[in-house]
């Protein structure tokens, strides 16, 4: 992806692998990253597997902007858990690409999300 993203490096999210659809991110939850519960903020989890669609849908010189998105949460994660967003073009229309992102802890999935990318 073309430049710089300051919102992925103030959420401490770093980029292992990316390719022509698909990507790989990990985190590690900081307490600044939680809700009054002491539970990772939903929007913190979101934010992660958008980054994590972004960098997918934009690999190289492509330029694509989300349409629509949405996410399920299915555990909630705390403070010193280390999250893994894998992205996955599931299809790549002329126009339109289809990503899925799984969000991780270990070997079970806190959040599923899927987005609809509209490519320039």
């Known amino acids: 992806m073309k430049g710089k993203d300051n919102f992925r490096e103030l959420l401490g999210i770093h980029l292992v692998e990316a390719k022509d659809g698909s990507a790989k991110l990990m985190m590690t939850v900081a307490k600044d990253h939680t809700n009054a519960l002491g539970f990772t903020h939903g929007g913190v989890i979101f934010s992660f597997a958008d980054c994590a669609f972004a960098e997918a849908s ?38 339109f690409g289809v990503y899925s992102i799984s969000v991780r802890k270990e070997d079970k999935t806190v959040a599923l999300f899927n987005g609809l990318a509209y490519k320039q």
């Open 58 to 95: 934009n690999f190289g010189d492509k330029v694509a902007v989300a349409v629509q998105v949405s996410i399920n949460f299915l555990r909630p994660t705390v403070e010193g858990d280390v999250l893994t967003a894998e992205a996955t073009r599931i299809s790549d229309g002329k126009t």
